[in-house]
């Protein structure tokens, strides 16, 4: 009897989880995890725990002597993307950014969630320009303290959660109602989230403030010129790996409701931006991110129905006519099918084009970069320590010798 009973109430519950969570049209359901705490993700669903994740918010200064600094960043964000994508096993990327000035000036701070979107990270660190400041101490206290409160952060103690903050001047340590360092710190090192700086130039009073906050944050202290040391190198490549990589972005085609379609085409938007306003360094370099394990998610976005139609994931048969993107909703299901499979084989093959140039570009980089002396020191090289490093205790495996320029 009590078998009977425990059996009715294991089918009524299942029952009311799969109505209380419908399943998108010709996708298989699955159970939902536990609702997160307001601000963070939930861990990562069984079955994806073979994926290690990668969260990285930049606390960026954005005051009118950084601009050198943040030039660099809008050219070598898609580079640290592929050196973070480089460990063994391909983790997933998720990037955010919390810009700060000060108070009086435009704003105090801007944030860009975390996302593993780097298409629309990107377009709105574009927008960004260095103005303001030259009066001394910035907003630092609130800058840290929206990177660890404000971003959805993991819930997951596997993911590698990390805050690179990049400034040339000290904390107003003297504002009232402003929460000092050492408590958000605190908070940061309860989460798991380690806070690394990196200083900007040489200013003597940013030094031991920025040694200490990279102390209590668990991390590591830099120190690079006002320009940020960063190598940046054009190839041979670059302008073929940009046009490889419009035409892979020319095989996304995405489905679903009239909300869900919105959020795709403000991610098409954002691509449509970065191709026609980033260097061709930079296309080049997110065209090396994108096919790569690790860049599959920016590249494609939620709900592409070439690869969720051709891993599986979802019967097309099932997916209602309006839902499917304009080109396919009245054509004949064969029809379709069709043309998804020679989507996919097309999309594969700019891949492989795409991979072996990378390959080549990677060659070249690499005797270039030896030519020039202080790579070691450079911004991408002190990322690249302290991520390998401190990567390692969520099991991330990164055997390069020198980061992805």
């Known amino acids: 009897m009590k078998t009977r009973i425990a059996a009715i109430a294991l089918l009524l519950a299942t029952a009311a989880a799969v109505a209380y969570y419908p399943a998108h049209p010709g996708r298989v359901a699955v159970a939902p995890p536990p609702d997160p705490q307001p601000g963070q993700l939930p861990p ?16 960026l200064d954005t005051t009118g002597s950084m601009s050198g600094l943040i030039q660099a960043a809008k050219e070598k964000i898609w580079a640290i993307a592929s050196t973070m ?6 983790p997933e990327i998720r990037m955010g ?5 000060d108070r009086g000036d435009a704003y105090v701070t801007q944030r860009v969630e975390l996302s593993s979107d780097l298409d629309s990270v990107y377009a709105k660190l574009m927008d960004f320009a260095a103005q303001g400041g030259g009066d001394g101490p910035e907003s630092v206290n609130q800058a840290l303290y929206e990177a660890v409160h404000d971003m959805a952060w993991s819930q997951d103690p596997k993911t590698y959660k990390v805050v690179f903050l990049v400034g040339d001047a000290p904390p107003h340590m003297d504002y009232p109602n402003d929460v000092k360092y050492p408590k958000t710190l605190g908070e940061a090192s309860r989460r798991g989230i380690v806070v690394n700086t990196v200083q900007c130039g040489t200013l003597g009073s940013t030094t ?41 972005d020319d095989t996304r085609m995405y ?15 954002a691509t449509d931006k970065l191709h026609a306003a980033a260097s061709v360094q930079a296309q080049a370099r997110r065209a090396t991110f994108n096919a790569s394990a690790s860049g599959g998610k920016n590249l494609l976005g939620e709900s592409e129905l070439v690869d969720d ?25 064969a029809a379709q099918a ?30 270039e970069v030896a030519k020039t ?31 992805s320029y």
Not at 46 to 58: A, I, K, L
Not at 85 to 90: N, R, V
Not at 339 to 364: D, G
């Open 338 to 367: 069709e043309m998804i499979k020679k989507t996919a084989e097309r999309r594969n093959e700019l891949k492989a084009q795409i991979s072996e140039l990378a390959r080549q570009r990677e060659a070249y980089l690499k005797d």
């Open 208 to 248: 031991p403030e920025w040694r200490h906050i990279a102390q209590l944050g668990q991390g590591r202290y830099f120190q690079v010129d006002q320009a940020g040391s960063a190598v940046a190198v054009a190839t041979p490549y670059d302008t073929k790996l940009a046009k490889l990589s419009a035409e892979l």
């Open 85 to 90: 994508g480089s460990a063994q096993p391909a």
């Open 255 to 269: 489905y679903g409701s009239k909300e869900e379609k919105a959020k795709q085409q403000a991610k098409v938007a």
């Open 97 to 101: 950014l919390v810009a700060y000035r």
């Open 373 to 403: 002396k202080g790579a070691e020191e450079s911004l991408d090289g002190k990322i690249y320590r302290a991520v390998k490093a401190q990567g390692a205790s969520h099991g991330l495996r990164y055997e390069a010798n020198s980061p």
């Open 309 to 333: 139609v051709s891993s599986g994931r979802v019967d097309i048969g099932k997916i209602e006519r309006d839902e499917l993107p304009a080109p396919m909703q009245a054509m004949a299901p």
């Open 44 to 59: 990562i669903a069984p079955g994806d725990n073979q994926r290690p994740r990668v969260e990285v918010v930049f606390a």
